[in-house]
């Protein structure tokens, strides 16, 4: 059934609308991690070290 409907999407879809199906994971999953990575460097960034803020948002990359 899975491998149906991955052929369905790669062959007889229309772009667009596979295009969305593909991209909009990747987009809501990225927001997350940058919500994530907006709050980690709030709360490290209230303890007043500025080489603690640049190491989060290195690792943030």
Same mark, same amino acid.
Request: hydrophobic share 50%; aromatic share 10%.
């Given at each position: 059934? *899975?491998?149906d409907a %991955?052929k369905?999407r790669? *062959? %007889?879809?229309p #772009?667009?609308q596979?295009? +969305?199906?593909?991209a909009v994971?990747?987009? @809501?999953?990225r +927001? @997350?991690?940058i919500?994530?990575?907006?709050?980690d460097?709030?709360? @490290?960034?209230r303890l007043?070290?500025?080489?603690?803020v640049a190491? #989060?948002?290195? @690792?943030?990359?």
């Amino acid at each position: 059934m *899975e491998e149906d409907a %991955k052929k369905y999407r790669f *062959e %007889k879809m229309p #772009v667009p609308q596979a295009v +969305a199906a593909l991209a909009v994971p990747a987009i @809501v999953s990225r +927001a @997350v991690t940058i919500s994530y990575n907006l709050a980690d460097t709030f709360f @490290v960034g209230r303890l007043g070290n500025p080489y603690m803020v640049a190491a #989060v948002s290195l @690792v943030s990359l």
